[in-house]
């Protein structure tokens, strides 16, 4: 079957480093999404992946492994303004998007 | 660019009504938009995928009679909400993705219904 997983829940603090991690099992792999949702609102895209490697793009990082089935996001320098869920999700073999659950964030002062 | 809109943002309507949702993308042409719904603290949960011009590929689960999906053009789908009951409150979000399949996903803003 088609899996995401990723944590439920982390807290972090205000100007700390976050890395959300992800795994997926998938039928076939077309690249791997993370999107941000505030509560309340819809979702809106922060970074693709397909090929390994570290993607950079300012606070935010992601990472893919495609052979270990991995990704990460990382978020630099925290604002309290990164307190949102972070939804993983794979492009499977026909390009449909597997979600995870998403990983609620929390950021303390 | 890839901005995607939804009306209404906001419906409250009275059970066994029907209520219409627009999902528009407004600077690009979307071969298939995505309709989702999403129950307060749970994940996304696909309902449909729809095709210009084509009829919607449904999830298991989802009645295609309830819901009623158009794609009458590149840039417009609807999602109707027939007799709506109570167990339908959700908040609906659209999503549009360019030609080519591995394009991303751009969300509209949703639409949250009540039904009462």
């Known amino acids: 079957g088609q899996n995401i997983d990723q944590p439920t829940e982390m807290t972090a603090t205000e100007g700390a480093i976050v890395q959300i991690n992800c795994t997926y099992q998938t039928s076939g792999f077309n690249g791997l999404f993370w999107y941000q949702q505030h509560a309340g609102e819809a979702p809106t895209f922060l970074s693709y992946?397909?090929l390994d490697g570290l993607e950079e793009k300012g606070r935010f990082s992601s990472f893919l492994s495609r052979s270990k089935g991995y990704s990460y996001l990382l978020l630099k320098e925290l604002q309290m303004k990164d307190s949102a869920s972070y939804l993983c999700a794979a492009s499977d073999s026909n390009y449909q998007l597997i979600w995870g659950a998403g990983t609620k964030l929390i950021i303390k002062p | 660019g890839a901005v995607v809109s939804q009306h209404p943002s906001w419906v409250i309507c009275k059970s066994g009504t029907s209520v219409k949702i627009e999902c528009r993308s407004l600077?690009?042409?979307?071969?298939?938009m995505f309709w989702y719904r999403q129950f307060p603290k749970q994940s996304l949960m696909l309902m449909a995928t729809?095709?210009?011009?084509?009829?919607?590929?449904?999830e298991q689960g989802v009645e295609k009679d309830k819901f009623l999906i158009n794609h009458a053009s590149l840039t417009l789908s609807t999602l109707t909400v027939t007799s709506a009951h109570p167990e339908d409150s959700s908040f609906y979000i659209c999503?549009?993705?360019?030609?080519?399949?591995?394009?991303?996903?751009?969300f509209g803003p949703g639409t949250r219904l009540l039904v009462l």
């Open positions: 729809s095709n210009e011009g084509s009829k919607a590929t449904y």
């Open positions: 600077d690009f042409q979307a071969t298939t």
């Open positions: 999503s549009a993705r360019l030609a080519g399949g591995r394009e991303t996903q751009y």
């Open positions: 992946n397909v």
